[in-house]
């Protein structure tokens, strides 16, 4: 069935980096959009970016720009997202969604999240 | 703040209607964009309950439905139950920011 598997949970210490990968199955990778969300604990979802495999480009929100290099890897269906300069006010649940390659901005498919705590 | 506003909870007995409101403006639900609206039990991952406004994806039953007019939209749930008990949150495109999309703040949603 279609899903989006992601990768563990992990901690990190302020100003480190972290990579979050989700690797797609199910459907042919290169023809829809993935999407990267966040959740800090009790707060609502923010949006990180998007990547379009099949055309090779991202665009990434302005939160985040200059902290976030989103990857791709066609061969593997699975996807990447590195967070640099970590602070206490990323650790949250980081999700991977997937939308249409036309870019309807709704997401039909989750990945299940990985938590990402960022203590000293 | 959030770019879409929710209510932070609503509340409702079993068999009763709710709504939902995302109160938004002329750059993201006023521009013309489409609102969508997930439901997440606490723990996993959002859910798409609607799409485009009032689709619902297969799986999702008849009792939820969306509406949109002007720089709002709203989410509809009849015939409440108790398994209806989650957040839900509204979403749509916002061109502000350089074109972004945005979430609502999320809804609680209790059922009495």
């Known amino acids: 069935q279609v899903q989006l598997v992601q990768s563990g949970a992990e901690v990190k210490r302020p100003g480190a980096s972290v990579k979050v990968s989700c690797k797609a199955s199910g459907y042919n990778f290169n023809q829809y959009v993935l999407h990267w969300v966040r959740q800090a604990p009790g707060e609502s979802l923010e949006w990180m970016a998007w990547?379009?495999?099949?055309?090779?480009?991202?665009k990434l929100s302005r939160n985040f720009q200059g902290r976030i290099t989103i990857t791709w890897d066609t061969s593997a269906s699975t996807a990447y997202m590195e967070l640099n300069s970590l602070r206490s006010e990323d650790t949250a649940v980081y999700y991977c969604a997937r939308d249409s390659i036309y870019l309807y901005w709704y997401f039909d498919v989750w990945g299940r999240g990985t938590l990402v705590t960022v203590s000293s | 703040q959030f770019v879409l506003t929710q209510p932070p909870s609503v509340s409702g007995a079993p068999g009763q209607r709710v709504t939902i409101s995302c109160t938004g403006s002329s750059s993201n639900i006023g521009a013309g964009y489409d609102v969508h609206w997930y439901r997440q039990i606490p723990g996993t991952a959002p859910e798409l309950l609607i799409y485009g406004n009032n689709n619902r994806p297969s799986g999702v039953p008849d009792r939820f439905s969306g509406s949109k007019s002007g720089t709002s939209a709203s989410l509809a749930i009849t015939g409440l139950q108790a398994e209806d008990e989650a957040d839900y949150y509204c979403q749509s495109f916002d061109t502000s920011l350089n074109g972004q999309g945005v979430f609502g703040g999320g809804t609680k949603l209790t059922v009495l």
């Open positions: 990547i379009n495999t099949g055309e090779g480009n991202t």
